[in-house]
């Protein structure tokens, strides 16, 4: 191999995870039973990747990574069902509230000085700033498809004027940036 590959290392892992919380009647003055469902807070898939490269002697370090979390279920909707018009599929009256997937990026950076005796360090948590979104799947198709348009003026309830999934939460992502200095003496 190449003498440069020395000096870097790829890395990574996933999990594909299938649960299953089977139906279940429950004693409930406001609901039935639950649905089968997926275990609330667990999501169906997890990445996590990243390369570290060190350079001019091993005083210098780059470490880039990114994780992706696939969508789970943040909290258990209705136990009643109503027909999809579309396509007949059963849906729930009220969805369950989804945690949609998302990406998140990290840079760090390692410069030792003076033999080791100096370490500056910079990193950069969720560079993507990317929001964390809640939504719930009203047309019954696994994602997050178009948010609804609401007319808030309509007699005070609100009216859907277009789109076909409810976004009840939006997050915005934020970037942290970190520098430090370290001295050993």
């Known amino acids: 191999a190449a003498p440069w590959l020395e000096n870097i290392t790829v890395f990574g892992n996933g999990s594909l995870i299938e649960s299953k919380v089977k139906a279940k009647a429950i004693i409930n003055p406001f609901i039935d039973f639950f649905p089968e469902h997926s275990l609330t807070g667990q999501a169906?898939?997890?990445?996590?990747t990243g390369i570290n490269i060190a350079a001019f002697k091993k005083t210098f370090e780059a470490t880039f990574t990114y994780?992706?979390?696939?969508?789970?279920?943040?909290?258990?909707?209705?136990?009643?069902?109503?027909?999809?018009?579309?396509?007949?599929?059963?849906?729930l009256n009220v969805p369950h509230f989804i945690t949609q997937a998302?990406?998140?990026?990290?840079?760090?950076?390692?410069q030792s000085l003076l033999k080791n005796k100096v370490q500056l360090k910079f990193n950069i948590s969720n560079l993507l700033a990317k929001p964390l979104i809640i939504y719930q799947d009203f047309n019954g198709d696994d994602k997050l498809t178009t948010a609804f348009r609401i007319d808030a003026t309509f007699?005070?309830?609100g009216r859907v004027l277009s789109g076909e999934d409810n976004v009840s939460s939006i997050t915005i992502g934020q970037?942290?940036?970190f520098f430090s200095i370290a001295l050993t003496l």
């Open 44 to 48: 169906e898939y997890i990445i996590n």
């Open 155 to 157: 007699s005070g309830q």
């Open 175 to 177: 970037r942290t940036f």
């Open 102 to 110: 998302r990406d998140i990026v990290d840079i760090g950076l390692k």
């Open 67 to 91: 994780n992706r979390t696939g969508d789970y279920i943040n909290q258990l909707g209705s136990s009643i069902y109503v027909v999809n018009p579309i396509g007949g599929k059963p849906l």
